[in-house]
Nanobody, 125 residues
Framework: QVQLVESGGGLVQAGGSLRLSCAASGRTFNIHTMGWFRQAPGKEREFVAAIAWSGGSTYYKDSVQGRFTISRDNAKNTVYLQMNSLKPEDTAVYYC??????????????????WGQGTQVTVSS
């Protein structure tokens, strides 16, 4: 129904910046929320940030608020995650996700219907 492709990951030193992009295609008219999650080796997938497609309200994990900024371009069906002041604990595979059903629980992985394949972010100390 919806296909997602992430890009922009890479290797960066602590304190550096990266900008992730996620392009959606398919039945994008059903998008209610787009979010970013991340998963480090041996850990569960965790919420990072989300943005409502209509209105643009944003939501962040507490530990990234003030450092990360989520934004979207509705015309391009693309969501971005600007990551500044990166820390080693930010190292993970970052996944883009789409909620097509309009759930209240934006920080929960099970609220999302479609997922990208992920892009690796590695922050060295």
């Amino acid at each position: 129904q919806v296909q997602l492709v992430e890009s922009g990951g890479g290797l960066v030193q602590a304190g550096g910046s990266l900008r992730l992009s996620c392009a959606a295609s398919g039945r994008t008219f059903n998008i209610h929320t787009m979010g970013w999650f991340r998963q480090a080796p041996g850990k569960e997938r965790e919420f990072v940030a989300a943005i409502a497609w209509s209105g643009g309200s944003t939501y962040y994990k507490d530990s990234v608020q003030g450092r990360f900024t989520i934004s979207r371009d509705n015309a391009k069906n693309t969501v971005y995650l600007q990551m500044n002041s990166l820390k080693p604990e930010d190292t993970a595979v970052y996944y883009c996700a789409v909620d097509a059903s309009g759930t209240y629980y934006r920080s929960r992985p099970w609220s999302y219907d479609y997922w990208g394949q992920g892009t690796q972010v590695t922050v060295s100390s």
